[in-house]
Structures are given as C-alpha cells and as structure tokens.
C-alpha cells in the first residue's frame, strides 16, 4: 500500500479500534453493495464465544454498512482488495 492509500477516506470503512482491528485482521469484509461479509474464522468464534458473539454478532456489528446520509462509503476497488486478502487469509487459516 502507497502512502496515499492509508489517509484515503475511501480506503475501509470508519470503525472503533475493535472493529477497525478486526477488518484490517480480514476477520471481516465489506461487500460492494455494504454488506458485511464475517470470515469463516469469526462465524465460529462468534458460535463459541459470547464475548465474540456480543462485539461481532448482530448486536455489536450490523449487517449492512451504516453511512451518515450524504457519505461516501468505502471505494469499491479498496473493498474488492480486501475481499481477496480475506479469501486467502482463510485459505491459509
């Protein structure tokens, strides 16, 4: 990633630290159309887990991208990066 890249606002979505480690971990991934998109990994955490369950279930991470009326969300050629990394990322796990 080129330094432009990491303060472009259209790179990710905008997150709490939690969230916001758990999406550059590819834990989880944004779709195209928003999305969320829970790794495999997660999914069974979250089955496991209850502290999982309440920070990347329903209850703590919606299923759609939430936008302010008037934003942007994050750029679709971004999201399609991340989608791959979290794909091989799996792959590897």
Known sequence: MVN????????GPAA???????????LFSVTDDGRIQRS???????ERDARFRHNFGEAGLSNTLLLPSGSHGPGPDYLAW????MASAQVAA
């Open 4 to 11: 432009y890249e990491r303060i472009d606002p259209q790179n």
């Open 16 to 26: 709490c630290p939690t969230h916001d480690a758990a999406f550059e971990g590819f």
């Open 40 to 46: 495999s990994q997660l999914e069974a955490a979250i």
């Open 82 to 85: 991340h989608r791959t990394q």
